[in-house]
Every structure is written in C-alpha cells, then in structure tokens.
C-alpha cells in the first residue's frame, strides 16, 4: 500500500521555480540551493488563534517566530540576548535610555522598508492594543527616530529593554500600514492569514480546523539570505493523537513534534531515524485557588490543599517528562530557589483542615477543578490529586476542558460561576520571572491571567518595583522575588507550582542545527535548521 | 391389452422424525398406485401424515428420514440425488397448495413468476409464452393477469393459476394438497371441476389430498384414508365411501354434513 | 423480523402473539428456560460468563487483589507495570491494579445498565400501555412523541443531553435513558392495542372494571413478556452505550473505574503499554456480547415463534 | 398518495418535535455563550454586543422563534469554538463523515447481505446430499458450525464497542505494521504537490472527478481502516437481521411452492426470499445509517477525520451550544428523510405497500 508519494522530480521542479521567483522579486542573486520542500511540525493543539502580532498570546507563536522578528534575540546557551533586525544597542542614564541601531537593507514582507518609524509605529500600536504581551513595553514613555536606524527608547523607569524586546509575544516589528490595506482595517486584514512581518517565512495558507492547519512559504527577500540548505515551506499539521503524531514520525511525513508522552519520548530514543531533544523548559503548571469565592477563600484549606499534593510522585509519575518545581519561578531564571521545592505533608494538611472544620471526621468539602482536555500530565495530576484530597475528605470534581471554555469559566461574571481550582501552564515572555508575577498575581479587573482572583495591595506594589529593580539592582531584585514568592505560596497560598516541564522533542534525525530554546516555546527556528540533502 | 400406465408407485413408504430410539414414524403408506389420468385421494384430519406423504412424494421432507420406494417413472424420489430431484419438481411432478395467494411470492407478478418456472425447465421465449397463454385458457384465466401481483387477485383465480404452472410445464403427476379448503364453497367446486377436467384431458395423475370427504367424494376414483400416520382403509372410492370397512372412515362420512342435501 | 441491532437500535417491537399468561403458561416458560440450558449452549455460556462478571462486580470490595485502587488509591512510584505476578492486568498510568479497576468499572457499567433500563423501562411501558390501550388521541400524542424522540438515535440524544449535564454516573444514566425509554414506549403500545380487543378485556369492561385497573392488572402484564425479553437484549447495548459516553468524556469521572472511561486514558499509551486500554476495551466486549448471547437465547426460548430463526 | 400526504405530515411533525428539542437542550448547556464567543478579550460592550448578536435577551419564546426561522432561512448561528457559520462547518463535515458512512453502508450490503445468506443457506441445512449418507452426521456438524460462526461473527461484530476496535485495528495494522496510515483523511503534504479542488467535499470523489491521482491513492489508503471499523456493526447486525429475515420468508408458504417447482434451496434464497425480505432489511439499513453517523463521533476521534464526529466532539468539550445543536438537527434530520426514503422504496420493493 502506497502510503507516501514522493515526487522528487516535482518537487525539484517546484523548488527550482520558487528559487527564480525568488531571484526576481528580490534582486538579489538567486538562491543557488535547491530548498528542501516542506518541513512539517506536528503539534497537538490548533495552531493560530489570533493572528494579530500586537495581541498574538498563544499557540500561534510558533508560526509567528518564523514570519515576525523582534529587535533581539534571546540566546540560551549565553543566557543573553543576540542581534536580530537591532545590530547594536546601548543604555544610558542608569537604563533610562536604550537607542537600537536597525540593521539595513530589511524589507517586510508587503515590500515596504524597514525603518525606524515603522518599528516604532509596530510597538506603539502593540501598546495601544493593550492585548496579549503589550505588558512587556510598560516602562516606555516615548519612542524617538533621529534617523532612519535608530530608535531610541525613554522609559519612565528603568527596565532592561534589550531582554524585553527579545520577548516571545508582543515585541514583532510588523509594518502597520501595508499597501492597500485601510488603516482602520488592518486587524481584519490580519486576521484573515496574512502578515506584514520580516522573517524569513510568510502566511501562505490557513485551514483552520484542518489537519494541515498552516502553511508558511520561504519569503525570498529574507535578509539572512537562503545560501546553503534550507526549507523552502513550512507545514503546521494539527494533531492532537500522540499515536498519530508518533506514526508520521515514524513514516517521515512529520519532521518534528513538540511533544509526544515520555513513554513514547524512550522509545524514540531508540529510533536510529528520529533525534530527540530533553530540554529543561522555562513552563511550569501552577495550580491556582480561588482566594476571592467559594470555600478557598478561608487561606487554611489552600494551604491544605497545598499540602496534600504529592509532588515527589508526581513527578516519578511523569517518567522524566518534568522537574520539580522550586517554586515560582523555573530553574534558569534569576530567583529561582531550590529551596522552595515542595513535598506532600498528610499530617499539615489534615491539621490545617481540621482548624477549618474539615478533613477526616469533619465536614465534607467539594472542590471543583478544571484543566486542559487531552493534557495526559494534567489528568494525571488530578488523578494523583484526588486521590489524596479523598483520602482528606475532600471530593474534586474535576472536568477536562478546552482552553477557551476552561478560561471564559474562570472569567465569568458571577465568581459563583467560576472554579476552585484551575491548572495553568505559565512561561516567561522575556527572560525574567517578572511575567510570573505581573500577569498571575497583581489584581486585575476585569479578571485575565490572575485567576487566583488576588487583589492584595501590598503584592501589587511588590511587584510594581520589579522592573525597576532588574534595571539597576540585581540582588535588591532576587530578595524581592524571595519574598513575594514566600507571601504568595506561603501566607496567601494563591497556587501551588507543581512541575516544571521537561521539553521532549523528537524530530527527523536528518535534520541538523535544531537546538531548543526555552525561551520560546515550542518554537522551531526553521531558517537555522539544516535539512538532511 | 397393456394395463394403463402407473405415474406414480408408492412402496413400503415410512417416514420418521428423529433417529434410532426416538424416531418417531410420521407416516407409512405400505402401496400406492397412481395411474395416469386417474385420481386418488388421500383422507385424513390434520397431523394423520397425509401431507407429509405428498410432501415425501416431491422429496421435500428436510431433515426427515425417509424409507421405502416412490417411483416417478423410471425416478426413485427416495434415493435420487437433489439435482436429479429439481429437474423433476415441476416438470414431472407438480403441487397445488393449500393457501394459493400466500404460495405466491407477494413481490413477483404472476407472469414473472411464470416465467421464471417455465425456464428453470428450460422453457423460454416463445415457447414458454405459448406455454403460458394454452395453460391460462385452459384453466380459463385471461391472460392479463400476468401483469398482476398476487395480492391483485382472488383466491379462486390464483388457485387456477397455481394449477396453470402445473398444466403449463406438462407435469404428469399433480399433487393437490387441501387446493379448495381456503376457498369460498362456489369458488370450490369450480376449481375441483378444473382438476377433475384436466386429469382426464391431459392423463394427469392426481393425488389429492383433503380432510374433507365431501370434496374427495367427487372426483376421487380411489381413496385412502390416514389416521395418525397409518393407513386405515384403501379402495377405490364406490367401496370406502359406500361400505366403509374402518369405523374411522364412518366416524369421517357422518361428518360431512354436505352429503344427501 | 430478529435481531435489530441490539446495540443503538433496540429491535422494533415484535408483533403480540402471547396469550394472557395462566400459571400454567408460566411454568412451561420455567420448563423451557430449562430446556434451553441443555440445548442452547452459547446462551447457556453467556448467562454463566455474566454471572462471573455479576460476581466480580458485587464482590469486588473482597475479590479484588487491591481494592483500595478501585476507587481512590494511586501508587505513583508504581506506574504502568506490566501484566505479571503482581499485578495479573499491569497497572495504569498513576500505578493503579488494573484488574481492580476492570473489576469495579463491572460495577459502574451493570449499574447504568440496570438503571438505564429500569428507568426505561418504567417510563416507556406504562406510556406505551396507556397509549395503546386508550387509543385515539392520547395514542396519537404519545406516539408522536416517541417519534420526534425515536428520530435521535440514541448515542446521540444521550450525548447531546450528557453535555448539558454534569458530567457524572447520575446524568449518564439519565442521558441514555431519556434516549432509550420510546423504544419501550413503542412496544408496549403496540402490545397493548392488540390486547386491548382481546376477549378477557371485554370481559372485565363488561363487569365494570375500571380502566385504570384494567390497564394495570391484565393489559400492563400482558405487555411485560415481550419487554422483558428487550430488556435482556438491550443490555449489551446500554453497555455499549454508556461506554462509549464515558469514551466521549461525559460519562462518569475520576475516579470512578469505568471501562469507557479508563480506555479513552489509556489510548494514548496503547503503543507502548497495551494492557492499558487492552483489558478494561475487551471487558466491554465479553459483556455486551455475553448480553447480547443471553438475550438471544431467552428471546428463542420465551418465544417459540423464533424457533427456527435460532 | 393518501399514505404519502400522511408519512410527509408525519415526518414534518417529527421534524418540528426535532428541533424544538434540540432547541430546549441547547438552551440548558452550561456557561456564557456570550463569554464563549467574545472571546477572552472582550470588553463588556463588546459583550453586550454579542449578547444582541446571538439574541440571548430575547424572551425563550422569542429566541425559539428566532432559532427556527434561522435554521429555515439557513443561518444556523454561529460557532463559539470555529467562529463559523454552523452550516457552513456542517456542510464541509457531513461529507468527510457520509464518505466512512457510506462505505460501511455499501459494506454492509456487500458483506452483511450475503453473510445472512450462508448463514440461513446453511441453517436449512443447504447443499447437502439427502438423507444420512456417509458424510451426512459430519455434514451436519460442519453446516451447523458454519452458520454458528456466522452468527458468532456477527454477534461479535454487533458487541465490540467501535471505539476499540478503532483503536486495535489502528495500532495493529497502521502504528505496528504500518500497512495503513494512522489518521487522517489523505496525506496534508499532497496539498503542495498535487492540491485538491473541492466539488462535493467528498475527498474520494472529488480526487476522482479532477483526476487527482496523488491524492486519491492517498485518500484511498486512509479511509480503509476507518471505513472497516465502521462497517464492523453494519455488517453485524445486516448479517444478523438477513439471516433471520430469509429464514422467516423461506418458512413461508410461498418458499415451499417455489421448491416444489423445481428451485434448489439456494435459488429460493437468492431468487424468491430476498426480495420480500428486503422489505425489513431496508427498514433497518435506514436505522443503521443514523447510528453510524452517530459511531463516527467516535471512529473519527480515533482516526482523526474532520467529519461531523470530530467538529461535534470539539463542540462538546468547548460547550458550543450552537454547533451541538446543528449536528444534533442535522443527524436527525438524515434520520428523518432516510426512513421517508426507505418508505418509498419498499413501495417500489414490496408491491403491497401503496403509496
């Protein structure tokens, strides 16, 4: 049975097509390469959910990354940042001052230019949109363009701006007024399937609800250049079966896949056909209380509940697929502590239960939870989890859902309406534990990502003096991170972090110059990859 | 002088239900003669094993066992193989059945089901349409009722095309098995008529099976009276219905309550 | 007409040819089940099977090797251990023995089915009664209903309605009933209308029985026999049935054990670890087919008619 | 045409009872639609707004009103979880879903149908020699053990839950072996190469009808396995019910003449019984039609197919009460034309039905 049809002398004619066109529209010499046709990922989950660069805060990131670049780059390896369409920046003025020197000669991907105006026209309407990762730009106060490379940031206070411009969302540089499109309609335009980014891929097809979801060709005016071996396309396949997910891996249909299960993760290490990636991730599953309605509210069955979570088999549940979490903030990032690292304590938990009327021999408590359908770690924390609390007497009634019906539950109008408990996974936008605190924990109204419900004054002002404090004292910024983190965990007992995940890629072992970066999640640099030839 | 041709010889015929110690015996028939243009009945109340007998007689007794001689010509029913068998169901030895509209298939006009008979025997075209329309007029049906279903016609009607099938495939043997007890008493002795007319015309051995004497006694030129498989009394019909030797056929003749009004 | 579906489609109704039962009739019934336990030997072995599995359900808490894992235990540092000496049907993936859980999922599926079919059962035979019996308008309304409701093939009408509700064993047996219970409804109705010109009817009429009274002592009885028989067939589809909602995920929830339930978790880890989805996915089969095996076997037994279908 | 006028009033009442159901279901369907549709982002006019849009102020009278006039002007509302019109995703689903329904329907007749055939062939104890020959008792045994294993096969196939056997026959014979593809409904990457024009939304024919042989080999390889699963209790239960149908039609009185006028047992099966008994047979194919429809919700979980199953289980578990509801009307409504379908062709199969 014919399962592949492999038509390489179409494909190459294709390929060579692509390459003269490429050649014309761009001016510069043509590729002398023939690209590798398609490169195909497989992820579990619909890919785009908003196509807007200003608002774009979720999945659709890994598209993103390969069609919109930032100022900067974060680098893992180094643990800073790397030029990307920025070729230089400095800070003055006790980092009050950032001035980014643009690099030359960029074009977007409707042809217009890439100059200072554009870049700061980008982030002024990223702020004003007030969607998504627009947080990130918080301590700007005004943008200057003295010449067409330059862009000069002043900020209100100071914050390291070359991290934040490295950020995952909200820091694209797009072209906000491409030809022929209205200026008032530009968010339509966007939404339906196209880009005004200056990577090197472009929005070439969007199916949504389909099995091939999206479709990115190689934008021949990239400003890196297509010299030496590249992916001419690439394709973002929607599969939410791991067994599927595992067999177009196994066949080849697939090059690459975020994420199988860690049973499947050791078999493919034994594959000679696929490579495999285990990388400490910069995402942790926090399970948030409802501080503000419900029977969490009284702070001595959260800290039960707390308790009464069995990290440490959590964990070898997991085989491997995660590490422990050290509180809020994973490992990699400054204020991570060790020492923050949970174990299940029974006997706390049933005296604290006990205080509050409940637990064994005392009153019978419901809890409701929801969490991500089809996430296999996720239900098998509310299995482990339930298991204990029923052992406390406390029965959850935990219910799997999607994302947008789990969030529109937890956002409802009537707090009656909204959970006990909610699972979230969380991951930094730029390389610092801020978005951890600003997005989870400071008050919100009406209600996005605090969805403990917190409204603690004294938190918010915490966290307020963080920025600041990263910008220009270090040790002043961990102790503050130590403490905010003993106040939420400890006394408020807002959430528990469970676990950190362990990134397990698997992909076509061809393939070289894959390295994961946690900072961006999931994200497959395609350009940097090397297709087997 | 030759004695008149035997369609139809029945011998030391036992038929049972089970095997070795439970068999139970259905029916026996020690002899029968059945000649050529004569008719003999066959007598009893229901479960007698007159049916079984006729049905033992087209070699359609499933999962009965079967002993003894019925000789269709040169054919032994007994022993014969099936495909022997199907080639002589029809051709040589045909039934009238009890109910005539629920023995035709409800889905298939008469003409269809005609025709599918007459070419199983390898009768076709033209052949089997003249075949077709001599045996309609001469069960007196007008041709057009082929085009009908059987639920278009009457019990009467289709009785005589049931008994056409037979006249049209030139069967020597007929047997007839209750043909009149579904059918109102007019339409009765019409059809007892037809069968007693084309035994005579076209030598056609008749059995006829009946509960009824009253029927049997018009046509029938030798009877055999059943009674719980055994055969009680056998004649020809002046003598078992004048001087019923059998205190059962007495029993049977006192119940006809049509005789003598 | 036999054997419509036993699964999504419970059979439509059997037209009425029993007589009204004496304790005569009833014995020659005890007879012939008798009888059918020497002659059919696949019905004989199912009602044996079932039994087992009867048993396994109610005398979990003390059969099973770890009855703890039938409800709430976990053992994560015992996940996913293969079938063995240990553990005859491996663990799952948060280290629960698996042959516990298949043991009390028995439990949670034969109490949907029993309920699912009681519920059924009570709802649509009296409906059907008091439609075929009074007749006119009253049977016109009834059965129109049954109608719009038989327009929904059952999975469907229980998914559509489980989604609404919350998630549980309860709305389970409420979603699969509110699908199930016209099809009674229907059979009972035609039961009754060819009962109701029956002379014992007429007779109690005569006598001034009231009609109440006449539904319920001699119409109601006289439409159970062929119920009964539907509802030995329809178990192995409420079986079905139910599993597949709890497939769906609106069936019951952690942790209760359910065989639906526990194959949907286990999918996933087919490839690498069978016995997870193995055992608790072939459980649903040997009972629904043992349901469906027994339920044959009373249908041919309980009514001759069928004899030669068998 | 007396019969016809009442099974049309009949079926049009069902139709309304059909809806107005669905319509008090969706109604109950737990959270905020409003919320659902926004979207996390929405501003509390914006909420309003849609509020107004999806006329969820409107008294229950009202909002009925406007729900069926909707459904008959086309605009079945909008989807909370695609953001598209509810017809317009159906119509793209249903015939991803009609394509496995359809094979296992076609499979059903082609294997079903003369499975009961042996099956009831065997039964009458068919083409044996008469009476106890020398073979006979063995005979016997092995007719007896071939209509069992009809049954037993049957029974089998009627008692698997397809779900499983989605799930097996996916590991074996595509995960393990690799015979077949997982899931799917062709091969994504054939897009680039070789992209299929959409006539009918029926990837089979459509690949057919513009000679896209890529894709239809493609197409082909992955609806195998899904197709098989779903025909598994199709065919089960057509076995079953032709057996017992042919059974009852050859213990009719016709069955006896016809065999007395010459026809072997098999050809009074083939040639006489099948016919009257198509009559129950087409009755239950309707049945079976919306059942399977139903079961893909199922075998497509499993094997990934965009059809209605997978759009109505993403509708489930994001609570899209408007989706819901156009697969639950739609699938009821297919039930209700296939039975008024089926009605007319048993007049056309059975001349005693009159229409």
Not at chain 1, 303 to 323: E, F, I, K, P, T
Not at chain 1, 337 to 366: C, F, I, S
Not at chain 3, 252 to 271: C, K, N, R, S, Y
Request: with cysteine.
């Amino acid at each position: 049975m014919a399962r592949r049809l492999r038509l390489p002398a179409l494909a190459a004619a294709l390929a060579a097509c692509v390459a003269s066109v490429a050649g014309c529209a761009s001016g510069t010499p043509p590729a002398t390469t023939a690209l590798t046709p398609t490169f195909t990922y497989s992820y579990p989950l619909d890919v785009i959910t908003d196509w807007d660069p200003a608002t774009s805060y979720s999945n659709e990131l890994v598209a993103l990354q390969n069609v919109y670049e930032s100022l900067t780059r974060y680098d893992p390896g180094t643990g800073t940042v790397k030029p990307q369409l920025a070729t230089s920046w400095s800070s003055t003025a006790g980092g009050l001052t950032w001035t980014f020197h643009l690099r030359e000669g960029v074009r977007f991907h409707d042809g217009n230019p890439v100059t200072a105006q554009a870049a700061k026209a980008a982030i002024a309407r990223t702020i004003a949109a007030q969607g998504g990762a627009a947080y990130i730009w918080g301590a700007v106060s005004s943008i200057d363009t003295p010449d067409p490379h330059t862009l000069v940031f002043h900020l209100s206070y100071a914050a390291p701006m070359d991290v934040i411009a490295s950020s995952d969302y909200g820091a694209y540089v797009y072209d906000t007024a491409p030809p022929g499109v209205k200026p008032g309609a530009l968010k339509s335009w966007l939404e339906a399937a196209h880009d005004t980014g200056t990577g090197p891929y472009t929005v070439a097809d969007w199916n949504q609800g389909q099995e091939a979801e999206v479709t990115l060709d190689a934008f021949p005016g990239y400003w890196g250049g297509w010299s030496g071996r590249h992916y001419r396309q690439v394709v973002f396949d929607h599969t939410p079966d791991v067994t599927t997910a595992w067999q177009t891996l196994e066949t080849g249909d697939v090059d690459f896949r975020s994420q199988l299960n860690p049973e499947l993760f050791k078999e493919a290490t034994h594959f000679r056909a696929l490579g495999t990636q285990a990388t400490a991730s910069l995402q942790n599953l926090i399970a948030f209380f409802n501080t503000a309605a419900g029977p969490l509210t009284d702070v001595r069955l959260r800290q039960a509940v707390q308790n009464a979570v069995d990290y440490d088999g959590l964990l070898a549940a997991l085989h491997g697929s995660v590490g422990p979490a050290q509180g809020l903030i994973p490992s990699g990032l400054p204020g991570n502590d060790p020492a923050l690292t949970r174990h299940q304590n029974l006997p706390l938990a049933r005296k604290l239960l006990a205080e509050a009327g409940y637990g064994p021999g005392g009153r019978h408590l419901n809890l409701s939870l929801t969490y991500a359908q089809g996430d296999d770690a996720q239900q098998l924390f509310v299995t482990l989890l339930s298991s204990d609390l029923q052992a406390l007497n406390i029965t959850v009634d935990a219910r799997p859902m999607q994302w947008n019906a789990q969030w529109a539950q937890a956002k409802a109008t009537d707090p009656a309406h909204r959970q006990d408990i909610l699972l979230m996974y969380w991951y930094a936008d730029y390389a610092s534990a801020y978005s951890w605190f600003v997005n989870l924990f400071h008050s919100a109204q009406p209600v996005s990502f605090n969805l403990s419900y917190l409204d603690d004054p004294v938190v918010d002002k915490e966290i307020d003096a963080i920025p600041q404090l990263t910008a220009t004292d270090p040790a002043a910024e961990r102790a503050n991170y130590a403490l905010l983190q003993r106040q939420l965990l400890e006394q408020d007992a807002a959430a528990a972090p469970l676990f950190v995940n362990t990134y397990q890629r698997v992909y076509a072992s061809g393939i070289t110059g894959y390295r994961d970066n946690p900072a961006y999640p999931d994200v497959v640099f395609v350009h940097d990859l090397e297709p087997s030839p | 002088m030759t004695p008149p041709r035997s369609s139809l010889t029945v011998t030391d015929l036992k038929v049972r239900a089970g095997e070795g110690e439970d068999a139970r015996l259905l029916a026996s028939l020690p002899h029968l003669d059945v000649a050529a243009g004569t008719c003999v009945a066959i007598v009893g109340e229901s479960g007698s094993g007159k049916s079984t007998t006729l049905h033992a007689m087209l070699g359609l007794t499933d999962g009965l066992a079967v002993s003894g001689r019925i000789m269709v010509g040169d054919t032994d029913v007994v022993t014969a193989p099936e495909k022997a068998l199907t080639t002589l169901r029809g051709s040589r030895v045909a039934l009238v059945s009890q109910s005539p509209q629920s023995s035709l298939n409800p889905t298939m006009r008469l003409g269809t089901l005609m025709r599918r008979v007459l070419a199983r025997h390898g009768i076709r075209g033209a052949v089997a349409r003249q075949r077709a329309d001599d045996a309609l007029r001469d069960v007196m049906l007008d041709p057009e009722l082929l085009r009908r279903y059987p639920h278009q016609i009457s019990g009467g009607q289709a009785q005589r095309f049931a008994i056409a099938l037979a006249v049209a495939l030139r069967a020597d043997v007929v047997l007839a098995d209750e043909p009149t007890s579904a059918l109102d008493v007019t339409v009765q002795a019409a059809v007892l008529q037809l069968l007693d007319r084309l035994r005579a015309e076209h030598g056609i051995a008749l059995v006829l099976v009946s509960h009824d004497l009253a029927v049997v006694s018009r046509i029938a030129d030798h009877i055999v009276v059943m009674r719980h498989g055994h055969v009680v009394e056998s004649g020809p019909a002046a003598d078992v219905l004048g001087a019923p030797a059998a205190d059962y056929t007495r029993e049977l003749l006192a119940a006809v309550p049509t005789l003598g009004e | 007409m036999t054997d419509v579906s036993p699964t999504l489609a419970p059979p439509a109704p059997a037209p009425d040819r029993s007589a009204p039962p004496t304790p005569a009739a009833r014995g020659g019934q005890a007879r012939r089940l008798l009888a059918l336990a020497r002659r059919d030997l696949p019905a004989t072995v199912g009602a044996v099977v079932l039994l087992a599995i009867v048993l396994a359900a109610v005398l979990a808490p003390w059969l099973a090797p770890y009855p703890g894992d039938g409800s709430h235990a976990t053992h994560p540092l015992d996940t996913l251990a293969g079938p063995g000496g240990r553990h005859w049907f491996g663990t799952d993936a948060v280290g629960r023995d698996l042959l516990t859980r298949v043991m009390y999922g028995a439990r949670t599926s034969l109490t949907v089915a029993a309920a699912v079919l009681t519920v059924s059962a009570l709802v649509g035979v009296p409906l059907g009664v008091i439609a075929g019996y009074t007749g006119g308008v009253v049977k016109d309304v009834i059965m129109r209903i049954t109608d719009v409701f038989l327009a929904f093939p059952a999975l469907l009408l229980s998914v559509a309605l489980a989604t609404v509700l919350h998630p549980g064993t309860g709305s389970a047996i409420i979603a699969i009933s509110v699908g199930w219970w016209p099809w009674y409804a229907r059979m009972a109705c035609v039961t009754a209308t060819g009962i109701r010109s029956r002379g014992f009817v007429d007779a109690a009429r005569c006598l001034g029985v009231s009609r109440i009274r006449i539904m319920a002592r001699h119409v109601l009885p006289n439409a159970l026999t062929p119920v009964l028989v539907q509802l030995s067939l329809d178990a192995g589809g409420v079986i079905l049935t139910s599993a597949a909602l709890s497939y769906l995920g609106l069936g019951p929830q952690e942790p209760t054990a359910e065989w639906g339930l526990m194959v949907q978790q286990g999918q996933d880890l087919f490839i690498t670890d069978w016995w997870v989805v193995a055992f608790p996915g072939l459980a649903i089969l040997l009972t629904a087919f043992c349901f469906n095996v027994l339920g044959e076997g009373l249908r041919s037994a309980l009514d001759p008619h069928r004899e030669l279908t068998r | 045409m007396r019969f016809l006028t009442q099974r049309l009033a009949q079926s049009a009442l069902v139709i309304a009872g059909v809806v107005a159901l669905t319509f008090v279901i969706t109604r109950l369907v737990p959270g905020d639609p409003a919320v659902t549709y926004a979207g996390p982002r929405a501003t509390p006019a914006q909420l309003t707004a849609v509020r107004r849009q999806l006329g969820l102020g409107a008294s229950l009278p009202d909002q009925l009103w406007r729900y069926v006039t909707g459904l008959l002007r086309g605009d079945w509302g909008t989807s909370l979880h695609t953001r598209r019109g509810v017809l317009t995703d159906i119509s793209t689903a249903l015939p991803a879903s009609l394509e496995l329904v359809g094979c296992a329907m076609v499979l059903a007749v082609v294997v079903g149908v003369p499975l009961g055939l042996l099956g009831a062939h065997l039964r009458l104890g068919g083409g044996r020699s008469r009476g106890l020959g020398r073979w006979g008792r063995w005979g016997r045994w092995g007719r007896a053990a071939g209509d069992g294993s009809v049954r037993a096969t049957s029974m089998l196939a009627v008692s698997v839950p397809v779900f499983l056997l989605a799930l097996a026959v996916q590991n074996l014979f595509a995960a393990q072996l690799g015979w077949f593809p997982v899931a799917g409904e062709y091969t994504s990457k054939l897009n680039q190469t070789s992209p299929l024009e959409h006539l009918t939304h029926l990837t089979v024919v459509d690949a057919l009808l513009t000679g896209n042989w890529p894709v239809l080999d493609s197409a082909l390889a992955h609806l195998v396995l899904p197709a098989l699963v779903m025909a598994a209790y199709p065919v089960g239960v057509v076995a079953q019910m032709s057996r017992a149908a042919l059974l009852e039609e050859s213990a009719a009185p016709h069955a006896r003449l016809e065999r007395a006028y010459g026809f072997s047992r098999l050809q009074v099966l083939t040639r006489f019984s099948l016919r009257p008994a198509s009559g129950p047979l087409l009755a239950l194919l309707a049945l079976v039609f919306a059942f399977s429809l139903v079961n893909a919700f199922l075998v497509e979980e499993v094997f990934d197919w965009p059809g209605l199953g997978r759009y109505a289980s993403a509708a489930i578990t994001s609570s899209d009460a408007p989706a819901i509801a156009g697969v639950t009307v739609v699938v009821a409504l297919t039930y209700v034309v296939t039975n008024l379908l089926v009605d007319l062709t048993q007049a056309v199969i059975d001349p005693r039905v009159r229409l």
